[in-house]
């Protein structure tokens, strides 16, 4: 079903289109595709533009709830996955995951561990280590947020036939690709 050319797209929606911002197809290649082809590819892009921006609204509630920030959120996810799976997680494993520096790691884990989200333990097997560990309460809360939300994405993709899921695949990775600078 497509939409009808006589509905006024939204300001947002408007600014997807190559036919509104790129008339002379000086950036966007669209002169030989047809309207129905081009209104169709405007609505993918609007419909990743609406994912990102529900993703990002997501990201701002979940941190505003918990009051933290996006590499606090990054590291109780990780700590999540640590437990979930048995592993040991040591702050050095938690720079090297997030990316980040040993003195942002305890500065980090000092954050953390004051607002009552991290333990911080002696290993079991390695005297001169640190175990990070998140508390059962944080853990629900993470659940109850992320996890919850992960769980509805998973069923949306799920819902798919295993050839409109490598479709999927193909085109977000391509889309991801376009990212990168020349």
Do not use: C, Y
Request: proline content about 5%.
């Amino acid at each position: 079903m497509s939409e009808s050319r006589n509905t006024p797209p939204s300001t947002l929606d408007s600014m997807l289109d190559p036919r509104i911002i790129d008339p002379n197809n000086e950036l966007v290649e669209h002169s030989s595709l047809g309207e129905d082809d081009l209104a169709q590819i405007v609505r993918v892009l609007v419909g990743v533009r609406r994912w990102r921006e529900a993703e990002a609204a997501l990201s701002v509630e979940s941190r505003n709830h918990m009051k933290l920030n996006e590499t606090d959120m990054k590291a109780l996810r990780f700590l999540v996955m640590s437990k979930n799976q048995g592993l040991i997680a040591t702050p050095g494993l938690l720079a090297e995951h997030l990316e980040i520096s040993t003195a942002a790691t305890t500065k980090l884990l000092d954050r953390l561990a004051a607002a009552g989200h991290i333990v911080r333990s002696p290993h079991p097997t390695d005297r001169r280590a640190v175990v990070v560990t998140i508390t059962s309460e944080t853990h629900e809360q993470v659940r109850n947020t992320v996890g919850r939300s992960h769980a509805r994405r998973f069923d949306v993709a799920a819902r798919l036939a295993p050839e409109e899921r490598e479709v999927v695949i193909r085109f977000l990775n391509d889309l991801s690709d376009t990212t990168s600078t020349p």
